[in-house]
């Protein structure tokens, strides 16, 4: 893949270079995308752990990923997770949502949970029931808009942080299952005693 973005920055300025550009960087996502799916599914990840303050370090990185972005802090908390990969998982998070739902998008920090929040239709009743796959949007078009790699990355890094990855839909209060999602909302729990640098991990209820 370097080669071929090597090469294709080599080709004259104009469209068609843009294009063939545009699809090399896109494979490249891809491939690395399923590489770290790869290394997730081996179960040889740790993680490398620090002291943070949750509410700080989550406002600071979504003001410099996407400044219109909603987030609020109700209650802060000083966590001890790897910065790395819980970033990996905000920013899949909010990827997800800016692909698949609509604004306004929000972030809430409460103690050791975060919430991403959109507006739009909701998760698909599949990811509902049986959690994120690969390679499975939920699009009902064969072009789609993704390979269903974000969320299930970020669910395999939330394991790696000891923490709990839940979808749900929002819908009015006290109508029925067949009504309109009003959007959908992802949670991040992040563990009272995070995994340590050897691999165990706390036992999730």
Do not use: C
């Amino acid at each position: 893949m370097t080669g071929l973005l090597t090469a294709a920055e080599l080709l004259p300025p104009g469209r068609p270079t843009e294009l063939v550009l545009d699809r090399a960087k896109a494979m490249r996502t891809l491939v690395e995308d399923v590489l770290e799916v790869a290394r997730l599914d081996s179960a040889s990840e740790r993680a490398e752990l620090q002291d943070i303050l949750l509410g700080e370090f989550v406002a600071r990185r979504v003001a410099a990923k996407d400044p219109d972005v909603t987030v609020q802090v109700v209650h802060e908390s000083e966590v001890t997770t790897d910065p790395r990969r819980l970033e990996r998982v905000l920013f899949n998070l909010l990827t997800n949502a800016a692909r698949h739902g609509k604004p306004p998008f929000e972030v809430t920090v409460e103690g050791r949970v975060i919430r991403v929040r959109d507006h739009g239709p909701g998760f698909p009743e599949a990811l509902l029931a049986e959690g994120p796959s690969r390679f499975r949007t939920g699009s009902a078009d064969r072009a789609g808009r993704g390979h269903g790699l974000g969320l299930t990355i970020a669910a395999g890094q939330a394991r790696v942080l000891g923490a709990r990855l839940t979808f749900r839909n929002v819908r009015p209060a006290g109508a029925p299952e067949g009504v309109p999602a009003e959007g959908a909302v992802a949670v991040l729990w992040l563990p009272e005693h995070a995994p340590t640098n050897t691999g165990s991990y706390p036992v999730l209820a």
